[in-house]
């Protein structure tokens, strides 16, 4: 089974997402088996927006700088998965 390519953006937002999905603790590890991830701004300084098949979107549309991140996403991802409170 190939793994899945997901793109994660983090907008105007307080991080408690991210943080939720690090209390997955060794359920992560599970999850990391099925995907892979291209994109992870929280951990990396990467400026692309590289093509996958599932979006995540964190945060909200606060400025104008978070509206070009989320369009780069739309063109870049299949399908968008707006993750938490503030995205949703």
Do not use: N, Q
């Amino acid at each position: 089974m190939s793994k899945v390519p997901v793109s994660f953006e983090w907008l105007s937002g307080c991080s408690g997402c991210e943080l939720g999905i690090v209390d997955l603790h060794e359920r992560l590890l599970k999850v990391l088996e099925a995907i892979d991830i291209v994109r992870l701004p929280i951990l990396a300084d990467v400026k692309d927006y590289p093509k996958a098949t599932i979006g995540v979107v964190t945060g909200a549309l606060r400025t104008e700088h978070d509206v070009e991140c989320a369009e780069k996403m739309r063109e870049t991802c299949d399908k968008i998965l707006a993750f938490g409170t503030c995205a949703v």
